[in-house]
T-cell receptor, first 118, second 112 residues
Framework: GAVVSQHPSRVICKSGTSVKIECRSL??????MFWYRQFPKKSLMLMAT?????????EQGVEKDKFLINHASLTLSTLTVTSAHPEDSSFYIC??????????????FGPGTRLTVT | GEDVEQSLFLSVREGDSSVINCTYT??????LYWYKQEPGAGLQLLTY?????DMKQDQRLTVLLNKKDKHLSLRIADTQTGDSAIYFC????????????FGKGTTLSVSS
């Protein structure tokens, strides 16, 4: 159990276009979902925290108008990279925290999405 | 401030034990985690320990926590080539709801 999926796994887009990445909790309901960005040889950087039905909370330095997060249901969150630039190329990973009692300290990660902006 | 530090590389021979170390700065950490990331993949939760515990063992994995020194370690017994990956130490500060704070990861290389 506790599987998180991401779609797509890889995407290549042209500079100036927008890309949407989906994060789904497949067999549990997630109270909170997180979006991370991972740079080569660097740790994961938290971009934003989203709770179902409310606005996402962005970390300092993350542009909310560029990285749009929608958490429409307890099993789906989306990250849209708008007007993508080559510097947005990265590995984006989502995670989800279960609402089930006893599992709230566990965070389950998706497999990641490799975004390349040309 | 919050900071999690790990050594960047560890190289061991197959069959040996691996010990990956991590230090953290925030004494209010509640849970500490170890994640494994294989090339091109997401993170797999290996184990976690509550801050009032000293040790947790799960098959080949042993986690030791020294809360006084804010030091966490992951020992992998009988290391196999399939254990080659990046291992991330992470902490969370609250009861529930906030994100994990990660170290930069330790790349474990296992040679046969």
């Amino acid at each position: 159990g506790a599987v998180v999926s991401q779609h797509p796994s890889r995407v290549i887009c042209k500079s100036g276009t927008s890309v949407k990445i989906e994060c789904r909790s497949l067999d549990f309901q997630a109270t909170t979902m997180f979006w991370y960005r991972q740079f080569p040889k660097k740790s994961l950087m938290l971009m934003a925290t989203s709770n179902e039905g409310s606005k996402a909370t962005y970390e300092q330095g993350v542009e909310k108008d560029k990285f749009l997060i929608n958490h429409a249901s307890l099993t789906l969150s989306t990250l849209t990279v708008t007007s993508a630039h080559p510097e947005d190329s990265s590995f984006y990973i989502c995670s989800a925290r279960s609402r089930d009692r006893g599992l709230e300290y566990e965070q389950y990660f998706g497999p990641g999405t490799r975004l390349t902006v040309t | 401030g919050e900071d999690v530090e790990q050594s960047l590389f560890l190289s061991v021979r197959e069959g040996d034990s691996s010990v990956i170390n991590c230090t953290y700065t925030d004494s209010s950490s509640t849970y500490l985690y170890w994640y494994k990331q294989e090339p091109g993949a997401g993170l797999q939760l290996l184990t976690y320990i509550f801050s009032n515990m000293d040790m947790k063992q799960d098959q080949r994995l042993t986690v030791l926590l020294n809360k006084k020194d804010k030091h966490l370690s992951l020992r992998i017994a009988d290391t196999q080539t399939g254990d080659s990956a990046i291992y991330f130490c992470a902490e969370t500060l609250d009861q529930a709801g906030t994100a994990l704070i990660f170290g930069k990861g330790t790349t474990l290389s296992v040679s046969s």
